[in-house]
């Protein structure tokens, strides 16, 4: 006979175990630093260079912008979820945890919610250079909130994506390095910075469906007044890409290569 | 007792057209150590990725405690415990916190979680180091800190993967120990490893593996009897005294080699006796004369290498370095 103790653990304890894990990483890391720096950076130069050149449009830059950048800091804390994630697969902690008893959405779950706080905390440091230099909540707490719930949905769904990719990658490095560009040309090539007329005439269908220009258009509708038209097509990009990439990522983890 | 926890049937993989595991079978009792023994790609760490849940084989079954590994998948890894062939921990966490980790991964509460931690630090030797980082450990302290967090809770089934690469000596005999341990509490293991010396210590049991198949099967003895029985050695240091009494021998056996200052020949009933009466006649004084069965790796290089058995302890000893 063996002495098999037959232990059940709980979904719920592994996550938070992990979860408990994955923050003590993210802080080791000092990953909301560097993810919230560059956006910051971006703010600054583009309010100096840009404010003055915007308002002549009839553009208050100072309310247009934080939005776009608080989507450019969601973006960079999903790529470093990547990055984190890919590491823990090179080092063969994740191969370990395929050969534990556990749920395929254990992991990527207890990567999520801290890519959550993460993104919150990343976020709320961007509103405070935001409010510091005018920027503004017209329309009450509610839609306040809103904002700020939205913009973490949104890091988060990214970051499902990116947990995808590096659960799947080898090299942190490498898959890092290999998301900058669509980063790059999904923020340019939105609404993020400029409004959409302010593109050629043939690019407009495309900024027009980007689900970045989505979610700019909504956080800036709920940092304002805005139509709430503005805010469905963000909630259903979130829902479809939410569903995609969840899927992904619990199937990332439980492959069978 | 003699319960088959693993049990492979006719397993194969492939990797687009190599085929690294091609039609191996194999089973492993309770209270049974098995030893996958084969050169680098030979299949063996494909066939452990099979049984442990990680591939999908392409055809064949493979159990593993009454479980159908694609079919029972989180049965399986409720049976198991794995030590892969790279240290698998939290290079951030220090080795304690690994060990509670893996342990409340595992299902323990916090405390039994520590204290079982406390009593693997203690088993595997690791007190000094139990406080730091694991970024900060050696190769080997890694290893034994790796297997320690695979054995946080009791398994009816353990699988090593080439568990000793990279052991000092002394670390490496500590896990031989634990292995045996296990083995004797009822543990079936599965281990590979491309060190002979491991596969005759520990294992009942060893399949020599290469590319992809079962190339022999056998204890340790009987694959060394496979080769042919023991070998007979005289050394002798003076050449001259050598050259006379291999040409004395020559006379009397077939087959005698030459290797530096040993001559030797297959040894069957007799042989020693015969030996010493022809050096005696001749006036030759031996330094050495012994009688020995073949080492494992002698066994292994005629079954897996192009080395023809009759060649093999040849072979062995001009690759000695190995």
Known sequence: ?257 | MSQQLIQVSDLRRSFGATAAVDGVSFEVAAGEVVGLLGPNGAGKTTTIHCLTTLLKPDSGTARVAGFDVVTQGAEVRRSIAVTGQFAALDELLTGRENLVLFGRLLGLGRQPATARADELIDRFDLGEVAGKAVRTYSGGLRRRLDLAASLVVDRPVLILDEPTTGLDPRSRRALWEVVRELRDGGTAVLLTTQYLEEADQLAGRVLLIDRGRVSAEGTPDELKRQLGGAVCEVRIEDPRARTVAAEQLRAAFDGLTEDEDVLRLAAGSGTLTEVVRRLESAGVEADDVTVRRPTLDEVFLSLTGSVDAEKAVDADAAGAGR
Request: aromatic residues 10%.
């Open chain 1, 1 to 257: 006979m063996s002495t098999t103790t037959a232990v059940a653990a709980s979904g719920l304890r592994q996550f938070a175990v992990l979860a408990a894990r994955n923050l003590r990483q993210a802080r080791a890391g000092r990953s909301v630093g560097l993810t919230v720096v560059f956006p910051l950076t971006f703010f600054a130069g583009f309010m100096v260079v840009f404010q003055r050149l915007m308002s002549d449009y009839g553009i208050a830059y100072e309310q247009f912008l934080p939005p776009a950048i608080v989507v450019q800091t969601t973006a960079l804390v999903a790529m470093s979820a990547c990055y984190m994630i890919a590491g823990d697969a090179r080092s063969g902690l994740i191969s370990r945890y395929r050969t534990l008893p556990m749920s395929a959405v254990v992991v990527p779950l207890a990567r999520l919610v801290v890519d959550a706080a993460r993104a919150a905390v990343a976020v709320a440091v961007i509103l405070v250079a935001a409010v510091l230099v005018g920027f503004r909540f017209t329309a009450g707490a509610a839609r306040a909130a809103g904002f700020v719930t939205l913009a973490v949905g949104f890091a988060v769904v990214l970051a499902a994506g990116c947990a995808a990719l590096g659960l799947g990658a080898r090299d942190p490095e490498q898959v890092y390095s290999a998301l900058t560009l669509p980063y790059l040309v999904l923020t340019t090539v939105s609404t993020a910075f400029v409004p959409v007329d302010a593109f050629p005439g043939w690019l407009q269908p495309v900024v027009e469906v980007s689900p970045f220009s989505a979610q700019v258009d909504a956080l800036r509708a709920l940092s304002t007044e805005g139509a709430d038209e503005r805010v469905w097509p963000a909630l259903v990009w979130l829902l479809v890409l939410g569903l995609l990439f969840g899927v992904a990522a619990a199937r990332s983890f439980r492959r069978s290569r």
